[in-house]
């Protein structure tokens, strides 16, 4: 009988990337700035996983002719993907943070999407400027008290909503601000406004603040769409009915948000099965219980949620991925790389279902499956030094000592680098 053999493995052509590192998400080039983008940010855009609830939302709600407000832009992703859909004219994007509104900037110009971007906090009166929480996570950053300024206070300069409504003449509104969506949920001028996506942030709020944001929308006539909740990321819509049972899947799913992030599993899945009952049939219930149950110990149940989620969404990687997770979890690895290919047909892009698949075929004993999976991962993350750590166990594994010793200096630069800047 022939042998199959094995796939011819060589160096990728690089060593260890110095800065700036090729980003990109969604299709877009981003602009790399070493004093906002670490290794688990350049990750989460490779993985197109960066705000991937948001994006997914207005992906459903946003229509020719809509204009879109966008409050807390962050570095202008999603004002990229809003761009996309509607055209760059129709989208006017706010970010408090200079740093971040600078990179965002930047991004615009990059991709010839010229939204309009005001670097400023859009807030229920306006007035006077405020002080601005700059997170150590820049991404956290925020006005609301809640949140800890460990990067200092920065003052800056507001526009009130009602303001920032007329001017761009949008009639969607896109809330990204870390608890600050409560304050603007409360105020008298949300009228313009058709649709408004919000994440709603209950780590911040707690369940009863979140839960009271998202019920001062349906005051102002913005109904939820049970249909739309993604993750933390909620639609209001005027055009939805006045439904009980969307108003109780809101609550109910940010009980289970907050229970999770509490670490109240139990809890947190308990809530999660109410949020299915009143909104039957949404794909991220299903991943969100998946995760839940991970976190709780019980693979078991997670693959079977798992496999629901991929029912009812089988385009998305994820499904797939999560479902190697649970598999992994209860020592199946070959199982587990059959789901990890399968995530890497729909995403062969995407880095961690390449890491899972290396992961599971080494734990599987598939010598030249983990190989050709680690030197693919290291081509799309070549900054990441636990993927280049993968790369050499699987050189080391294949008795390719040469290119293990490699393999074994670039991961070491790569940990260098993050101690030093740490």
């Known amino acids: 009988m022939s042998r199959t053999p094995e796939p011819q493995v060589t160096a990728p052509p690089y060593d260890p990337p110095r800065r700036p590192w090729r980003l990109g998400c969604g ?15 350049a990750l989460a855009l490779a993985n197109d996983a960066y705000e991937r609830a948001e994006i997914a939302v207005l992906r459903a709600l946003l229509k020719p002719g809509d204009r879109l407000l966008e409050i807390g832009g962050g570095f202008g992703v999603v004002a990229l993907h809003a761009a996309r859909i509607l055209g760059p004219d129709n989208v006017v994007s706010y970010e408090a943070n200079p740093q971040t509104a600078d990179a965002a900037a930047r991004n615009f110009l990059l991709n010839a999407m010229p939204v309009r971007l005001i670097q ?17 996570n820049f991404l956290a ?10 990067r200092g206070m920065i003052e800056v300069q507001t526009v009130s ?12 509104i896109l809330m990204d601000i870390e608890g600050g969506e409560a304050a603007l949920a409360a105020c008298d001028a949300l009228g313009p406004a058709e649709a408004v996506v919000a994440e709603i942030h209950p780590q911040i709020l707690g369940a009863d603040g979140a839960i009271k944001a998202a019920e001062d929308f349906a005051a102002a006539g913005l109904f939820p769409r049970a249909d ?13 009915r006045h439904d009980d049972a969307a108003r109780a899947a809101v609550a109910a799913s940010l009980r289970a948000a907050a229970a999770h992030k509490a670490g109240d599993y139990a809890s947190a899945a308990e ?11 949404n794909p991220d219930a299903h991943e969100r219980l998946t995760q839940i149950h991970l976190a709780a110990g019980d693979p078991e149940s997670a693959l079977a949620e798992a496999e629901t989620f ?3 969404d089988p385009a998305n990687p994820v499904s797939s991925y999560l479902a190697g997770v649970c598999e992994m979890r209860r020592g199946h690895p070959a199982a587990a790389v ?14 961690r279902y390449r890491h899972m698949a290396c992961q599971a075929a080494h734990q599987a004993g598939m010598t030249g499956e983990a190989l050709r999976h680690a030197v693919r991962l290291a081509e799309l993350a070549p900054y990441a030094a636990n993927h280049i750590a993968l790369l050499q166990r699987a050189y080391r594994q294949a008795g390719l000592k040469e290119l293990a010793t490699h393999a074994a200096g670039w991961a070491g630069a790569l940990t260098s680098r993050a101690s030093a800047k740490g």
């Open 27 to 41: 299709g877009f080039d981003l602009a790399d700035d070493p004093g906002l983008i670490d290794e688990t940010i």
């Open 120 to 136: 400023a906090a859009v807030t229920a009166q306006g007035g006077d400027s405020v002080q601005y929480r700059a997170n150590e």
């Open 141 to 150: 950053g925020s006005l609301h008290e809640n949140v800890e300024a460990g």
């Open 161 to 172: 909503l009602a303001d920032a409504l007329t001017d761009s003449r949008a009639n969607v």
């Open 228 to 240: 739309l909740i993604h993750g933390d990321v909620y639609a209001f819509t005027r055009s939805a």
């Open 271 to 281: 809530q999660m099965r109410a949020f299915i009952d009143l909104a039957p049939g």
């Open 310 to 312: 991929h029912r009812l």
């Open 338 to 351: 059959k789901y990890a290919e399968a995530a890497i047909a729909l995403a062969p892009a995407a880095p």
